[in-house]
Structures are given as structure tokens and as C-alpha cells.
């Protein structure tokens, strides 16, 4: 098989796949990246060699140790799919190893304190999006493609958010209840229209930023980002009484680690002392 055809075969069927335009013209990217390294002879003849060399070039280039996972992530799924299709042997990114991500911050979950006066700061629909995504835990991109259709109202006046599996990253569909908080941040509409239920910038970029303004304006931790407001939802889940389990199905994890590793913080020593007194 010629490699120019199997990749243009796989970019067509890995696009209808990624939601964002920003997503579709990085996967372009990458494949022509590919094309001019190590796909420049057929596709069975590809080695394990060239693989790692144009792994080191990524590297000594400067990419991190995040964009090389997700760089390898591509690279391992086109191989496995061409070697599904009988088209190679073998899979020569199999020695590409994973990176650890080296984390440079720390994480931020926001205080009730700190919380109230990022609110205070934030302009109007900066505020709803912030409340409601430290009501629900739902990252940035789902809750930016969420519109009234996917609100189910329930006899007794309660509301219910559906969310479908491909708006969310593991790809499982997510029901949750709707706290009053939660209701309040929604913008103006009614279930099953498609007016969104968070009015957001079209810009992505726009969101982060004007985060960021309000963040030095309210004088909190410098280091707090846009996705601290779902590690405030899980610490909020965990003061509340919440199970790992509870925690992992409402915020719409599939693997403990993730969730342990990246979104827990570590135990204060007062707080590990008030605990082991009490056994």
C-alpha cells in the first residue's frame, strides 16, 4: 500500500471523528509531517528506526513531553489501523515510549474565599461560566457545546442535564442532576431548543484569557487556570461526602489513576493529623 493513500484513508476517517476545526488542521499538520520524515517509502517498509528519528528530531526541536504523547498517540493509531487492514507486518512505533508530563504548577482548586472574589471580578458571563463549571465538573469543551436540548425537565420541577458520549472526552454519555447554583448560570432559553446553555465568546482563546485578567484583578493564586474549576468541583465532591466511585461517574472518568493523579490534592498536615486522631 502506498503510504501517501493509507494516510490520506486514515486522515479522512480520524477528521469525521475530532469536533474542532483547531483539531482537524493539527491532525493536517501532523500527517504532513509524517509524509515528508518517515512515510517517503512504502508503507510496509517502514522502520522502527526512522520512527525514532523522527521521534528525537520532535524532541530536540522542542516539543514537550505532552504534545510527543499525543504526537505518539496519532502516530501508534495510524500503525495499528494500517496493520488492522493487512497493509503492514509490523508496527514500528511500537518502541515509542510515553513521556511523563513534567508539571510545573501547582494545582488550584479555588477556595469558597477565593472563589467569591473571581466572581467579583469576572465580567457577567464569565461568572456563569465559572459557577457552572464548578457546579458540574464538566471541562471547557463540553460545556461550550451544550445547548437547552440537552436539559430534561423532571415532574416536581427538577432539571436534568444529558450529556451525549461525543461530547464528552472519555465517550460515555453523562446524566446529572442540576443544582439550583447550576440553574441560576444558565443562559436564557428553553428545553429542546438549540440556544446554548452557557453563552460563551466563539473565541476559545477569549475565555482563557479574560480568566486570567480576572484572576490577577481578584488577587488569588497567580497559577489558577480555567480547568481549576474542575479540580474545585471534585475537592468540593470530596468534602461533601462523596465517594471515589460517585466522583468518577458524575465527572465522567473512566480511570481512577487520572482522577487520583491529577485532580486530588495532597492532604494537609493538619488535616492528616485531625484525621489519624480520630482512629
Known sequence: MN????????KWLKTQQLQSEKSQSHLLCMVTRW??????????????????AYEDQLE???MSNAALNRERLFVR????????????????SAGWGYRNEKVEREYAPLSRDAEGL?????????????????????????IRQLTWRHVKPMPG???????????????????????????????????????PLVKLPSEPT?????????????????ATTPHDLRRTWVQRMNEAGATLQQTMALGGWSSPGTLLKHYFTPVQDDVARALLEKI
Not at 3 to 10: D, G, R
Not at 119 to 137: N, R
Open 118 to 142: 473571581l466572581l467579583y471580578a469576572a465580567p457577567t458571563w464569565l461568572e456563569h461560566y465559572i459557577v457552572f463549571s464548578i457546579c458540574t465538573g464538566l471541562r471547557q469543551g463540553t
Open 35 to 52: 509524509l515528508r520524515f518517515f512515510l517517503t517509502s512504502p508503507l510496509g517498509k517502514v522502520a522502527a528506526a526512522e520512527v525514532k
Open 77 to 92: 493509531q495510524f500503525f495499528r489501523w494500517a496493520r488492522e487492514h493487512g497493509w503492514i507486518d509490523h508496527d514500528p
Open 3 to 10: 503510504a501517501q493513500t493509507a494516510v490520506n484513508k486514515w
Open 206 to 222: 477569549k475565555i482563557y484569557r479574560e480568566f486570567k485578567k480576572a484572576v490577577a484583578k481578584a488577587g488569588i493564586n497567580p
Open 60 to 62: 530536540e526541536g522542542g
Open 157 to 195: 420541577g427538577e432539571w436534568f442535564l444529558e450529556v451525549p458520549a461525543r461530547l464528552m472526552k472519555a465517550r460515555r454519555p453523562l446524566r446529572m442532576p442540576l443544582s439550583g447554583a447550576a440553574c441560576g448560570a444558565l443562559a436564557c432559553g428553553h428545553p429542546g431548543s438549540t440556544q
